[in-house]
């Protein structure tokens, strides 16, 4: 076995999502989304993103705190996109149970925030991460990580499903202006965390604050509430009801 | 702090690299490189890897072990790409003197080895990797990572240089057939560890188990004498002399 030091936690990511349900399967799928990358006080310093502007897209490296406890893994998982049915070897898949709990990341660098007490901070879009999760690496996204004609496997072979979204405009109107069309995008890209034939049945996505309520057919997600969230103190976030 | 505990190498790359020297600057520069990912025992099960041939190319997440002591790192560094002379911040880079020895190649999948006794093993082409590179994580390379826009910084406005290699035949019959064309390109990308101008000095490639001697001016990088790669023991590598 190799001897190495445990990783640092060099910042932290500020997104939306208080909890994994939501979260886009994968960064870009909701370009709209934006998350503010707040270096840890030993790594705050502009010196070590300076050039950083220069790059129009950022890898992150971070790691699956939230969704996987301790060290579980399998050698197969069940990914979402194949209806939960198939069974995939784990380095064929993002799935987060794997034997070092990695995350990989392409962001859009949005700008970077120099004055406040936390600068630098990195703004980004199209992060796929809940609200706190730890950052080990920022690289640039550079010309040789374009493989245009990259074969993706089943995630080609199942294109991510798109749905329609129906938000009453009086509930629309409960979310902040600038969250509202990431909000939408979340939505059309089927939020569940697994695929459940049940349209009566109503979910909750925290989200900026609020907990929205909708639920979903074979081809429409419809909003039925959106309410202050108020999770009880020490509670689960909602999830499903 | 966030308390994790240290990651487990799953696997080590096997390339004709015995040092850094020569490797180039970024995974798919020279796509003719293969390397051999084999899985150490615990992480060796053909149900790791099960699908992942569906994927035409990986991201490989591993350590800088070979090149960085410890926890060194510095908020700036400079590339060699900008002559060593200018400080860009180590986030705007792919230093491996990072606060976490953290490196990131996309590679092509050429086969998944299926038999034998360190089966599975994943053939890849365009590492940019030293022998024994402890690897952390295998994932595939997936459609949302391409972002054709994806502007580069530095790297784009000095993109990397290519020499003319001459390369008499009769030093070029002393390198297995198999490894020519990748040679040839490992020296066209000038494999110098960074920028020095001296036309006399004579350069020690170490590639595949030969010593590759060469000169280089502005324009070529000439071969002059290909022998066996015999160190010392407990010598460093060649390098330059």
Known sequence: MTERAPYRTIARVHTDFPSKFGVPRQSGL???????????PDFRSPDAVR????????????EFDKS??????SPTVRPPRLGGHDRLGVFATRSPFRPNPIGLS???LVSVESAGEEAPVLVVGGADLVDGTPVLDIKPYIPYDVHPDATGGFIQTHPES???????????????????EALLGVLAHDPRPRFMDDSSRIFGLPFAGLDVRFTIDDTTVRVVDVAP?????????????
């Open 229 to 241: 969230l108020t999770p009880e103190p020490g509670a689960a976030w909602p999830g499903y009801r």
């Open 68 to 73: 996987v406890s301790g060290r579980d893994w």
């Open 106 to 108: 392409s962001v859009r």
């Open 30 to 40: 909701v370009p709209e989304l934006l998350a503010r990358v707040v270096f840890e």
């Open 162 to 180: 798109w749905y329609r979204v129906s938000f009453p405009p009086e509930l629309l109107g409960r979310v902040p202006e600038d969250r509202r």
């Open 51 to 62: 050039g950083i502007e220069g790059f129009s897209h950022l890898w992150l490296v971070w």
